[in-house]
């Protein structure tokens, strides 16, 4: 294999028109320049340099090697100043996937701090939920996600995350959401049963998986009038007085819940809110930045 130094001492040498005089250049021994020069002649397969008395010219491939060598060290010296500049976060490229919520909540801010402390590091967004967004990251599609899980009654988790870097963030806890003029609208706080003749609109798939789980722990089917993934939609629809929500924290402190109000719900139930990269990936500084970044969002 052909080494980059060793292309160096060969350019140096066919330059100055000798080892000395390359050495000099070089900033090394004269014996180091022959030995390397060997060494080139040895990885090439063929002689690159005629020595007649004093002179010394180059070979057919030789010269071939010098006309290339010129290329190959340019580019490689623009790959290691690539490199470094990654490596020192003055550049690099994050491929981010979050939940809509956690998109205009923890986002935004994290996203401006990491620009504010490191301007060459860019960051993509595409939303997705999880668990769509925890395969992305696992195929390749995105560098970082931001996702959620439930706790089961009996405290385990479907998803399991035991081969991905795992950042906790924050514990979202479900609020109900009824409207202005309900019986319970300025309750301090309800139990789920007393929300069981009501009629309910629920959100995105899991969130609705959660809420018949939730239910039917206090002893009730609740009645799904309408569903949709659109939490601003939910909102609307139970301030419209249409019926009754829960629905996490995050989700309500990214809309202004006109005509609805939020009441806390007995038991407490959360999500479990983090951030998510492959092993490999925890090592890239701009990734490890951009979590550290969610993390001091999700603090605030």
Known sequence: MIEARHLRVLRAV??????????????????AVSQQMKALETSAGTPLLIRTGREMRLTQAGEALVRHAAGILAGLTAAEEEVAAIAGLRAGRVRLVSFPSGSSTLVPSALAALRAAHPGTRVSLVEAEPPRSVEMLREGDCDVTLAFRYERADGTCAEEWDDLVVRPLLADRLVGLVPEGHRLAKAD????????????????PRCRRQ????CESAGFTPRIDF???DYPAVIGLVGAGLGVAVLPELAIESVRPKGARAVTVEPAVQREIVALTLPDLA??????????????????
């Open 227 to 229: 569903a949709t993934d």
């Open 211 to 214: 809420l018949v789980e939730v």
């Open 14 to 31: 066919a330059a100055t028109g000798s080892f000395s005089a390359a050495a000099r250049e070089l900033g090394c021994t004269q014996p």
């Open 189 to 204: 706080s309800v139990t789920i049963g007393e929300l069981a003749d009501e009629p309910w609109i629920a959100g995105c």
């Open 283 to 300: 090592q890239v500084p701009a990734v490890a930045a951009t979590l550290d970044h969610l993390a001091r969002a999700a603090a605030r």
